[in-house]
């Protein structure tokens, strides 16, 4: 069974960067979608990012665009979410998901957390100075 492991959470001031890792074990990636989703508390659970790792495909929440970039490792076990101009708004557990698919990605299906089977246990980011 495909299991997930993110990393890479930290405190880090506004206006830094970050990078997160989201690394599987069990199966590679290369045909599966993986979806990037946090939660602050007391907020919903939003859906950032999504990356085909079949064909390359990414899409992007509105909150992220331009900020966020997600990327496939060489390995292909591995995905990123490289966090930049990080504000305290992205203060929140961050979560990596995988459903097995090689359709394109698009904000319309894959920022939503119910379509997906796997997910990691999280890692936390906190955004202050």
């Known amino acids: 069974q495909l299991q997930l492991v993110e990393s890479g959470g930290d405190l880090v001031q506004p206006g830094g960067s970050l990078r997160l890792s989201c690394t599987a074990s069990?199966?590679?990636?290369?045909?599966?979608?993986i979806g990037w989703f946090r939660q602050a508390p007391g907020k919903e659970f939003e859906g950032i990012s999504c990356?085909?790792?079949?064909?390359?495909?990414?899409a992007y929440a509105d909150s992220v665009k331009g900020r966020f970039t997600v990327s496939t490792g060489n390995n292909k076990s591995t995905v990123y979410l490289w966090m930049n101009s990080l504000k305290p708004e992205d203060t929140a557990a961050y979560y990596c998901?995988?459903?097995?698919?090689?359709?394109?990605?698009?904000?319309?299906?894959?920022?939503?957390?119910?379509?997906?089977?796997?997910w990691g246990q999280g890692t936390q980011v906190t955004v202050s100075s």
């Open positions: 998901a995988a459903i097995a698919s090689v359709a394109e990605v698009r904000t319309s299906w894959c920022l939503q957390n119910w379509k997906y089977d796997y």
């Open positions: 069990g199966f590679p990636l290369d045909y599966y979608v």
């Open positions: 990356i085909n790792s079949y064909g390359g495909s990414t």
